[in-house]
């Protein structure tokens, strides 16, 4: 007997990939775009989940693992960590927490806009590498707005979290592929998703990694989309 999720599991399951997606998507757009690339020739939706889950999923599992055990060593490790947050949900008002959602969203449209402008303008300062840090900003930004936004305002919010998330990648991909690394020759890139390398001529080749993950039945319908 094989089991089943359940529909709400199998919806979170899908929206879950398709943020993934959105996410890795942006991040690798931009960073083959910058080095004048067709990302489309080389991966597929696979690929862009796999792009941004490599680095949120081992982010969030740090966090967790952070929290608890800072939480150990405090005065309040007796004390419930869901009325914690209930507490401090009910500590402010809507109108207070999506102030914060708005200032996470310029927070990351400017680290967006600094990205490229800075290389763009000859300073070489390099941001680019906090752009997981800037995912975690507007993470936290975020969170008070979404779990306390009345239904008519959700969809908006959602949708401003996952642009913002998304802004945050695409600077990161932007960012890497704008590195003093990529103007020499040699090995440019060489992780879970894709060998990029450059011959001395200024020729770059791109060797996508196989990504072919056996799916449980109930998540078929996932292979359509072509994964």
């Known amino acids: 007997m094989k089991l089943m999720p359940s529909k709400p599991v199998l919806y979170a ?20 775009g910058r080095l004048k690339l067709n990302v489309h020739e080389h991966l597929g939706l696979r690929h862009f989940v796999a792009s ?3 680095s949120i999923i081992p982010m969030l599992l740090a966090l967790l693992v952070f929290r608890n055990v800072t939480r150990f060593f405090t005065k309040k490790i007796h004390v419930d960590p869901g009325k914690e947050v209930a507490e401090h949900l009910k500590s402010k008002n809507f109108e207070q927490f999506i102030t914060f959602a708005r200032a996470g969203a310029s927070v990351a449209l400017i680290f967006l806009v600094l ?3 800075l290389p763009a303008v000859g300073v070489g300062i390099k941001i680019w590498p906090m752009y ?24 908006p919010i959602v949708l401003a979290f996952a642009l913002s998330v998304a802004a945050c990648f695409g600077g990161g991909g932007y960012g890497y592929a704008a590195s003093p690394d990529s103007a020499s020759s040699g090995v ?6 894709a060998k990029v390398t450059k011959s001395p001529g200024g020729v770059l080749k791109v060797e996508p990694k196989s ?11 996932i292979e359509t989309f072509g994964w």
């Open 52 to 54: 941004s889950a490599i």
């Open 132 to 155: 997981l840090y800037m995912v975690f900003l507007v993470l936290e930004a975020f969170f008070g707005a979404m779990t306390t936004s009345p239904p008519h305002a959700r969809l």
């Open 188 to 193: 440019l890139r060489d992780d879970f998703i």
């Open 115 to 117: 990205v490229i402008a």
């Open 13 to 32: 399951l899908v929206a879950v990939a398709g943020l993934f997606g959105l996410w890795g998507y942006c991040f690798e757009v931009a960073y083959f």
């Open 211 to 221: 990504l072919k993950i056996s799916l449980p039945p109930s998540l078929k319908i």
